[in-house]
């Protein structure tokens, strides 16, 4: 074990892990404000990544917490199609964290920031009970990608990251059998959920897509943090709807139900953290998306009707999941 | 007392109060990420305010804590200069957190945004066991004023906000005797902490008179939020010192002083949470900036020594207040 904290020594380890600098950042950590160089657009976004909400230290390490909420958020980004430039770290650290447990946490942080090419800029800290991330990324994307864009007869299309309900599926073994078991069981699952890979490598060739063929109005897209049931409707806007195909379970999930009778279909559907892309595209162009994305999935299309159907059958309005659901406070849920 | 809350609800409830749109925001909120309309530079801050670290419910009406929340945000703009464009908002609730004490949070940071031109464009919402607010604030600012511009004889100056210590007095006679006695005791000492105003008037007025003389790069500033002993070194740099002339202690600081014995210089030296500006500028600029902005304080002189003099004494290194110090975890401090 280290030794505890003060917030110099705090300071000073953000220092040697977290460089100072960077072409678009006029004015790093260390003054008032971060002062950021721009021309056009900047995309922000701001996700909260709390200890026995989103995260349990009894099964993450802590290189994978750091790591883990860099990454949802550096994953809106990819959502937007914006390239990273930088982020500002709110961080609640409990009184009994010591140096050895921090210096994990931001060498896993440091490594997904130079994995994602974005700049620590500025932040805040405090002690509290428990630790809490509040982290906000921001990044350049002239034309960024919005969602409700699609027309009746777009393609619904997903690049992952992982496969669908393969992160919920982690979660779950992780909460109901501790680490080693579930690794045991489900070892791509449990990665899903402790590492998951923000899609900006896929983001970057849907812009270049996008650019090719003109296509930033007519082209929909947001990354999957709430699972497919709960984030469909906000990417298609809510007076869509949708038929969905799902097919081809990965191999775990099928494990899964066959051990268990849990069907691999629901948590496809409602199993959050994805953190693939979800769009929607002109199906004229679909097949060169195809082309240019062999990663990708068509998963439906949309429909001028106020519903959505999955594999035939009406998906009832409330298969989503509600993470701020207070009963389930006290236990981690998708964010 | 309101109903509980679900998220649909209290994304409804923000809606209500803060409006979705201004000129430099392309996109607002319910995308993956706002997008910022940016020409030059664009200063960014976070800041933590957690309950039962920096704020008790017990003494703060929700009103309060919502516009405090936002107001010391933005007190880091007025520090660079930098005009307020938009915040995004991480928000955690506790359980039973409902909707009338939600809606005034919102009601009073709301009030704020409006006051302060600032637009909400994105966050995240959790459950946890205690409030908690991480807000980024962004500004716009083509030349921002930053510290460690200082040369020796410069002058160090203050513009309140409030008085220095008033606010310090504030928070502990809230701490020792609650809110109802501590405002019959020292009613302005007691707005100070609970209403902090951020100095953006006083921001702008400084940026006219940095153009008009092209001072830019020689006005050094900061917002005071941890003291004066704790702000001074950072605005001037660890090399340089300054003697300081500590003077006409606020009159509720004197009658604490002569009630208790505690000193009226040691708040003011010592006591965070004043939220002016502390700056430094050139001895021959002086006199024109005390004509732009009367309400200007002259605190000292930058010396090229390597400590800091107060009314003729050596301040000793460890005056500061470190607010992340886990002895002091459980009780409210500076932020």
Same mark, same amino acid.
């Given at each position: 074990?280290?030794?505890?904290? %003060? ?7 953000? @220092?040697?892990?977290?460089?100072? $600098?960077?072409?678009?950042? $006029? ?10 160089? =721009? ?30 909420? +860099? ?10 199609? &914006? ?21 994990? #946490? +931001? ?15 500025? *932040? ?5 009970? /428990?630790?809490?991330?509040?982290? =906000? ?40 059998? *501790?680490?080693? @078991?579930?690794?045991?069981? %489900? ?14 490598? $896929? ?6 897509? &996008? ?24 990417? #298609? ?14 191999? !775990? ?6 051990? =268990? ?9 409602? *199993? ?22 062999? !990663? ?12 959505? =159907?999955?594999?035939? /059958? ?22």
């Amino acid at each position: 074990m280290g030794r505890l904290l %003060s917030e110099d020594h705090v300071l000073g380890l953000i @220092d040697s892990f977290f460089p100072n $600098a960077a072409d678009s950042i $006029a004015v790093g950590r260390g003054d008032d404000c971060a002062v950021i160089r =721009t021309d056009k657009n900047l995309c922000i976004s701001t996700d909260l990544f709390l200890e026995d909400v989103h995260f349990r230290r009894s099964y993450f390490r802590p290189e994978e917490i750091g790591a883990r909420a +860099l990454a949802v958020n550096v994953s809106d980004l990819a959502g937007s199609g &914006a390239e990273p430039l930088g982020f500002t770290l709110g961080l609640a650290l409990p009184p009994k964290a010591d140096s050895e447990f921090l210096c994990g #946490i +931001l060498r896993g942080m440091a490594g997904m920031a130079a994995w994602s090419g974005i700049s620590l800029v500025g *932040g805040d800290l405090s002690s509290a009970e /428990r630790l809490h991330f509040c982290i =906000t990324v921001f990044g350049r994307a002239d034309h960024p990608f919005l969602r409700r864009q699609a027309v009746p007869e777009d393609v619904i299309f997903y690049v992952p990251g992982t496969p669908l309900g393969l992160a919920a599926l982690g979660l779950k073994l992780l909460e109901e059998k *501790g680490r080693a @078991d579930a690794e045991g069981l %489900s070892p791509r699952a449990v990665a899903a959920h402790l590492r998951p890979e923000p899609c900006l490598g $896929a983001a970057r060739r849907l812009r270049s897509f &996008a650019e090719r063929h003109d296509l930033f109005q007519r082209i929909g897209l947001m990354d999957v943090s709430d699972g497919l049931a709960r984030d469909l409707p906000r990417l #298609i806007g809510k007076n869509r709807g949708a038929s969905i195909k799902l097919e081809n379970p990965d191999a !775990e999930l099928l494990r899964h139900e066959a051990e =268990t009778g849990e069907s691999a279909f629901k948590l496809m559907l409602s *199993g959050g953290e994805a953190y693939g892309l979800l769009g929607t595209c002109p199906k004229s162009f679909f097949s060169d998306l195809q082309s240019d994305l062999p !990663e990708t999935c068509p998963l439906g299309l949309v429909r001028n009707e106020p519903f959505v =159907t999955v594999n035939g /059958r009406i998906l009832p309005p409330d298969s989503g999941f509600d993470h701020f659901s207070f009963a389930s406070a006290a236990r981690v849920s998708e964010e």
